[in-house]
């Protein structure tokens, strides 16, 4: 279980080493031989924190991971063993269940009163995001030999589709098949279906750490996107209320000056910001990781809220370019009154 927290606008990763002592780290083994495909800059700092339980008595361990651009995640790991039938109901029944968001916000709020000196301007309120990933290792079919991807498709293609939707009624032959149209293999016996809610990755423990760090990197991407669109909306009406704000016009004017500052220094603030969080992970040559990741970052909805930051801070632009015409205007007006007025004088000072 992946729980996300907007907290600020940056973290130092530094400084949160010496505060909780941890060590650099690893990054997460791959398919092929890391770092040459796959590399994530810079490295989160992770803190585990020990193990806590629900009012269902189930144990989960948790950690905390901490990323530079501001972006906190609270992970719950519950191992099980299950038939199929059972693991639908006990996927239907975590991805519901309310305790996981008030128990995650209750251990983020307590680690960062911890860390509140590594976090740069951190906000009053967080937004949010959860995501859950089942993984399995091991799913044998009627005869005890592990299933292939496309046996798993094949055979427990409907429970697979209720999985990762979190339900635990069957779905309907289309519902089914779009559930599982974002899907990628590498090898015959490994599978990535990702959903918008959660996503089933079916390989080894080692392969599957990089999996799910890609999806923990695609969730935290739109979050980031999700506040810089909340963002842009309130300077973007406070802009267009100062442009439709009645009132002499040389001061209303001037006033658009500094409203259009403020606007062009957050429009720029955010493109940096958003640089940066597309910068956080760099595919270098493995496309098949490429792929995964541009897959599971469309299916959660960061190419969508990625299209609306893009449209409003061009928006933002055009705005800004507006402001700074009638400011220039208005200044202008005022020195062609300036210079007439200096020349009505000196004409009554030659009559006199």
């Known amino acids: ?79 099980f063993e299950a038939n199929w039938e059972g693991l639908t109901s006990l996927s239907s029944r975590l991805t519901a269940a309310p305790e996981i968001e008030g128990r995650t916000q209750e251990l983020a709020k307590t680690q960062l009163d911890r860390v509140k000196d590594a976090l740069v301007q951190p906000y009053a309120s967080w937004l949010s995001e959860d995501y859950y990933v089942i993984h399995i290792t091991e799913a044998p079919d009627e005869t005890g ?10 055979r427990r293609g409907g429970e697979l589709a209720q999985i990762i939707r979190g339900e635990s009624n069957p779905l309907s032959g289309a519902e089914r098949e779009e559930a599982l149209q974002p899907r990628i293999s590498y090898y015959p016996n490994d599978l990535l279906v990702a959903g918008w809610v959660a996503a089933l990755v079916y390989d080894t423990p080692e392969n599957a750490a990089a999996i ?37 016009p040389v001061v209303r004017h001037w006033r658009m000056a500094k409203q259009a500052q403020r606007l062009n220094a957050l429009r720029l603030d955010i493109t940096e910001l958003t640089e940066r969080t597309d910068n956080a ?30 449209q409003k801070l061009g928006t933002a632009r055009e705005l800004y370019e507006f402001m700074t015409n009638e400011y220039h205007q208005a200044r202008g007006f005022v020195l062609e009154v300036l210079v007439v007025a200096i020349l009505v004088i000196e004409l009554v000072k030659v009559f006199h």
Do not use: W
């Open 1 to 79: 279980m992946l729980v996300l927290y907007d907290v600020a606008e940056q973290i130092d990763l530094a400084r949160l080493r010496e505060i909780v002592g941890a060590e650099p780290r690893r990054e997460p083994s791959f398919k092929h031989r890391a770092p040459d495909y796959v590399r994530f800059e810079p490295a989160p700092v992770v803190d585990y924190t020990g193990s806590i339980s629900l009012a269902s008595g189930d144990p989960f361990e948790s950690r905390v991971k901490y990323f530079d651009y501001g972006v906190i995640c609270v992970e719950l790991e519950f191992p």
């Open 145 to 154: 030999s592990p299933l292939s991807a496309e046996g798993m498709l094949t």
């Open 212 to 248: 799910v760090q890609l999806l923990e990197y695609a969730n935290s991407q739109l979050l980031e996107y999700r506040h810089y669109d909340e963002l842009l909306t309130r300077v973007l009406k406070s802009a267009y209320e100062m442009v439709e704000h009645r009132g002499l």
């Open 281 to 310: 992970i760099k595919f270098l040559s493995d496309m098949y990781y490429a792929r995964a990741y541009r897959m599971a970052s469309s299916r959660v909805g960061v190419s969508d809220y990625r299209n609306l930051v893009d």
